[in-house]
């Protein structure tokens, strides 16, 4: 006899399982739109486990038992809980005294001229105690958990020395055991070279090399990210830092063409690169490059929230990417600096408006491909039997309505491995 279901969403009037679509490779061109739509349906856990999803016809009633928590979800849409694929997580203080100077018409130039930008918080998170890091994190965890995110990338990367980024990845790791959502670390020290090794990006990265990625393991650190950008990383030290951590067994990451076209993506994708972030000057012919060169494996995490902050007029065109066949994800890139907020809902409808993405196209962007970007798949990103049981109760009818309330937070029920948190 088949055990009773311990936790039942029933009637709901929608169910997004983002299922149906290829399971061997994120989902590319028309099958970021082609996954399954059940109307009045269940989704049925075990444990931390999805059991069983379907339509109510097909529920099999002999598996509610005296124990089981019914949910009854009429009139409410049921979907897989958010992946949040791109955030600095871990970092001292916040750069709020910038925010009005940039209004004034400071430039960001002339703010990092005065010690402000990334200095400053490199000073801030230096001189912060693990604790008070560890306090952030957790807030802002909490945060993210009430925008129904279930599931975080979080990058190091405001350190920029040695014992202060291995303090960050530590913080992440303590944050994600401590609380609900899961966090999967990823360094990045290199963000900027440190402030010691001005004018030397190959010697910074030489010392990363040698001095920090031996000492991390890659079961508990999976990923290693890098900016490659003019004043960070050029494509050529890119490439053999990314090689020497490919080398040592981490998984491959790279924020490129977020304000050149420089070639960085394609760089990351040729060495096998999980994902490649920001693209903003990545041009669709970039984009068909970087897809036939990784097969449509490596996803474009796009980051709409960031240039509407920096209030700058070029946004990643996400419809020629998708039409390209390059795979693409949606963050917010959550950080003090250029992307102070955790609302991936905000981060969808900006998608909506101005990447030309389909409302089917980024649910999928903020799930299951999301989900690809920092190698959970697995695990989560869509609502299927044997996936653990992350699941939302959102407060709406109809998944169209999701990027049409602009700014609004439609969560109201958030399930993490089949508890209610």
């Known amino acids: 006899m088949l055990q009773p279901y311990s936790l039942l969403f ?41 059991a069983a999803v379907g339509p109510m016809d097909e529920l099999d009633a002999a598996r509610i038992g005296p124990d089981t928590r019914v949910v009854d979800a009429s009139g409410r849409v049921l979907m897989p ?10 970092f001292g203080g916040n750069r709020a005294d910038e925010f009005q100077r940039k209004l004034q018409g400071e430039s960001y130039l002339d703010i990092l001229a005065s010690g402000g930008g990334i200095l ?25 958990r009430r925008y129904g995110i ?17 303090r960050l990845l530590r913080v992440a790791q303590q944050a994600g055991a401590q609380q609900p959502v899961r966090v999967v670390p990823t360094f990045l020290g290199a963000h900027v070279p440190g402030p010691e090794y001005k004018g030397r990006p190959a010697d910074y990265l030489a010392m990363l090399a040698a001095d920090v990625l031996p000492q991390l ?31 040592l067994g981490f998984g491959l990451k790279i924020h490129a063409e977020q304000l050149h076209d420089l070639g960085g993506c394609l760089m990351a994708a040729e ?24 097969q449509g494996r490596t996803v474009a995490v796009l980051l709409p929230l960031v240039p509407l902050y920096l209030r700058q007029e070029k946004y ?9 066949g390059l795979p693409v994800a949606l963050s917010t890139d959550f950080n003090p600096g250029s992307c102070p907020s955790k609302n991936l809902w905000l981060a969808l409808q900006v998608a909506c408006l101005k990447m030309g993405l389909t409302p089917r196209e980024a649910l999928a962007a903020v799930t299951l491909n999301a989900a690809w970007a920092i190698g959970q798949q697995a695990n989560c990103g869509s609502l299927a039997p044997g996936k653990r049981a992350d699941l939302l109760l959102l407060g709406v009818p109809d998944y169209r309505e999701l990027p049409y309330w602009l700014g609004e937070n439609p969560v109201e029920q958030v399930v993490i491995g089949g508890q209610f948190v």
């Open 217 to 247: 393991d890659p079961a508990a650190v999976p990923f290693v990210d890098i900016f490659c950008e003019e004043g960070a990383f050029s494509v050529d030290d890119s490439r053999h830092y990314l090689q020497r951590a490919r080398e």
């Open 81 to 90: 809980g958010l992946v949040e694929c791109h955030t600095h997580l871990v």
């Open 150 to 166: 279930t599931t975080l990338e979080a990058k190091s990367g405001y350190g920029l020395d040695a014992e202060t980024e291995l």
């Open 316 to 324: 990643a065109p996400g419809r020629q990417f998708i039409e390209a």
């Open 271 to 294: 060495l096998g690169a999980v994902s490649v972030d920001h693209c903003d000057y990545l041009t669709p012919e970039g984009a068909a490059q970087v897809a036939a060169a990784s």
């Open 10 to 50: 029933c009637h709901a009037a929608q169910v997004l399982t983002l299922a149906g679509g290829p399971t061997d490779k994120p989902l590319t061109g028309a099958a970021h739109a082609d996954w399954r739509i059940i109307e009045h349906g269940y989704v049925a856990c075990l444990g931390d486990t999805i």
């Open 120 to 144: 400053s918080t490199v000073r801030k998170t230096r001189a912060a105690a693990e604790e008070e890091l560890l306090q952030s994190a957790l807030h802002h965890l909490d945060g993210f």
